[in-house]
């Protein structure tokens, strides 16, 4: 028999409706009195509206108002604004990795019939990307020498529609001539209409957008892996395209919306936590990596030194011209006398630097490759990339003077 005063559904006194259905309701909305140096974290898939005018108001381009979870909720907002806010942008929008990144800027400013320019450099996951699923819809992709400004006016076709810059390329480390680069497409589109247009994007990781400011040198869209420096834990994956003009955002925002690419608020969160670091990290990333830089490159196993603040790097130029700093990527070609399993010997003997693809992270990483004539390299020797990260950088060189000493 059932026994109401005991019924944990029963309501409240002022309140006419069951447990199961208060909880069901239940929202929540932050004390007038509360603050706090750390962004909240906003759940929501869905969004409730007061009305139907007001839902019937909202348009999903606006990024002040919110409509769907997808689109972006208030922590997301946070974390864009805060990006712009690095790079001198004025919008945002983020991905769930720097390669959906790269696919939502793609498909934002490409369609059947267009083409699209590479440099040789190229993060290969974006080569990969044209040569498989941008052919398959149509899309012509070609490769251009990044420090070869004039060789890149010589490609630029009536179909060109977008152009990749990276710099510095993220394995081979060639700095490219951005000015000259950005000059060429700009002057090819003051021969065209407006509608026409090449949009210039830019790989701006290796950056952080702390060392290189794209938009003073006339870039259209900055591209970041937020899965690198920003995050800095090595365990978030996240991207974002960064804008200063509303027309390309609002074609950013609808590839996004088109292809579902949300970002969880958790995610983003972490993410927005590891900026307050950003600029320290960054700076202590750089100050390792040139360390370890200079004494490899007094060490006769090593044939180059490819690092983009020594002048044994391609471009360095361009890199004293238009960077302001380093952080902790940089790769060294061995000398071709040690062929590739002894450089994997090597590798594998490195006891702080584990193998893995990716950095930006507090812990060093390595990665080998294969004798690489890619971009402007014409070296025979294996290349390791090293990420360093933020441990004692008289350490890792010791532990990279152990590993050379098993070259044999």
């Given amino acids: 028999m059932s026994h109401p005063q005991n019924d944990s559904s029963a309501a409240p006194e002022g309140s006419a409706n069951a447990l199961d259905t208060r909880l069901a309701q239940a929202g929540y909305q932050a004390p007038g009195s509360f603050e706090s140096l750390v962004a909240p974290i906003h759940h929501a898939s869905t969004v409730v509206f007061p009305n139907l005018a007001e839902m019937r108001a909202r348009n999903w381009e606006r ?52 083409e699209l320019l590479l440099p040789h450099n190229v993060y290969l996951p974006n080569r990969e990307l044209a040569r498989t699923l941008l052919a398959d819809l149509g899309i012509v992709a070609r490769h251009y020498d990044p420090l070869d400004a004039a060789a890149l006016s010589l490609l630029i076709t009536p179909r060109t529609r977008l152009v990749w810059l ?5 394995v081979t480390m060639e700095v490219a001539d951005l000015r000259g680069l950005v000059a060429v497409v700009a002057a090819a589109n003051a021969r065209r209409p407006a509608a026409e247009r090449i949009v210039t ?14 938009f003073e040198l ?9 899965t690198k420096y920003q995050s800095g834990g090595s365990d978030v994956l996240m991207g974002a395209a960064i804008t200063r003009d509303q027309a390309l955002h609002l074609r950013l925002k609808t590839s996004h919306m088109r ?15 590891g900026l307050k670091s950003l600029p320290l ?28 603040a020594l002048p044994s790097c391609p471009g360095h130029e361009f890199w004293l011209r238009d960077f302001s700093g380093a952080g902790g990527l940089f790769s060294v070609v061995f000398d071709a006398r040690y062929g590739t399993a002894q450089v994997e010997r090597f590798v594998e003997a490195l006891k702080l630097f584990p193998l893995g693809y990716s950095w930006g992270g507090a812990s060093s990483l390595s990665m080998i490759y294969p004798p690489s004539r890619t971009g402007t390299l014409s ?25 050379l000493a098993q070259l044999g």
């Fill in 379 to 403: 070296e025979k020797g294996a290349v390791v990339r090293f990420n360093v990260g933020l441990e004692a950088p008289d350490d890792l060189i010791a532990d990279v003077a152990q590993a």
């Fill in 166 to 170: 990276e710099s510095p390329g993220s």
């Fill in 281 to 308: 990290r960054y700076a202590a990333h750089d100050r390792g990596a040139r360390a370890l830089a200079h004494w490899l490159a007094a060490r006769p196993e090593v044939a180059r030194v490819l690092h983009p």
């Fill in 63 to 114: 990024d002040d108002v919110y409509t769907y979870g997808l689109h972006g909720t208030p922590t997301t907002r946070e974390l864009e604004d805060r990006l712009a806010d690095i790079e001198g942008g004025r919008h945002c929008v983020l991905a769930p990795s720097g390669l959906a990144a790269i696919s939502m800027i793609d498909f934002a400013f490409l369609k059947t019939g267009d």
């Fill in 218 to 226: 006339g870039i259209d869209v900055s591209m970041q892996a937020l």
């Fill in 201 to 214: 994007a830019l790989d701006n990781t290796w950056g952080a957008g702390l060392a290189l400011k794209p």
């Fill in 259 to 273: 292809t579902g690419l949300g970002v969880g608020a958790d995610d983003a969160w972490l993410v927005l936590r």
